[in-house]
């Protein structure tokens, strides 16, 4: 089955500085590629998605990238922001499959 | 539009008492899920639901049923409660292909 893995585990930066969460993954099949966001004592919530024909997208300061030969995938936030602190989630999944196959989460931390 | 809707909030159980969660979505959606999520575990699949009909097992579904009682409802239940389940739950519900999770608001369970 797929297997994603995610690093780091915990990123502190400072406030305006660039954070860069990545994810690998094993299923040269998996065609979907969700970022989720969880703030503290609330539930996951999509923040960008990437399909497979695609190599990078953005969405105002966050972007994600694909290096679909090297099965990987990065999530980029620039000038962060201390609301941008929460528990960051990478998914893969491919078309067929029911089941998402997630990352163990990525912590940021920005401190103001 | 509620989105996914999880009851009860919280909970606390004793050991070897029985319980059920709740979830229903109304964004007719074919697919839903049950996660527990634990400190450092990332969300794990307990059990899912690729549509109404059919329930299969995820990757911890030891010590869980589950009913997929139509399409909007999907619930969890844990016939005797054990220490190792408590846990955040999550309950969530996607459409067709490559669409992201729509998790609802979480139950907090203690099991003591």
């Known amino acids: 089955g797929e297997n994603v893995e995610q690093h780091p585990s915990t990123l502190s930066v400072q406030e305006g500085d660039s954070a860069v969460i990545k994810c690998t993954y094993s299923?040269?099949?998996?065609?979907?590629f969700p970022w989720y966001k969880q703030e503290l004592g609330k539930r996951p919530q999509l923040i960008i998605d990437i399909r497979s024909n695609v190599g990078e997208k953005k969405d105002q300061r966050i972007a994600v990238t694909l290096n679909k030969t090297a099965k990987h995938f990065s999530l980029h936030i620039t000038e962060t922001q201390p609301e941008d602190s929460a528990v960051y989630f990478c998914?893969?999944?491919?078309?067929?499959?029911?089941?998402?196959?997630f990352g163990r989460g990525t912590s940021l931390i920005v401190h103001p | 539009n509620a989105g996914v809707t999880q009851t009860p909030k919280f909970q606390v159980l004793k050991t070897g008492q029985s319980m059920t969660l709740q979830c229903a979505q109304d964004m007719n959606h074919n697919s839903m899920y049950w996660y527990r999520q634990d400190p450092g575990m990332g969300l794990r699949l307990i059990y899912y639901s690729a549509s109404e009909g059919t329930t299969d097992k995820g990757e911890v579904p030891n010590g869980y049923n589950v009913s997929r009682l139509n399409k909007r409802e999907f619930s969890l239940r844990l016939e005797s409660a054990a220490p190792s389940q408590t846990s955040v739950y999550f309950c969530?519900?996607?459409?067709?292909?490559?669409?992201?999770?729509?998790f609802g608001n979480g139950t907090r369970l203690t099991v003591t």
């Open positions: 299923d040269s099949a998996s065609n979907y």
């Open positions: 969530a519900s996607t459409g067709y292909g490559e669409s992201p999770l729509h």
């Open positions: 998914a893969a999944s491919r078309g067929g499959s029911y089941i998402p196959t």
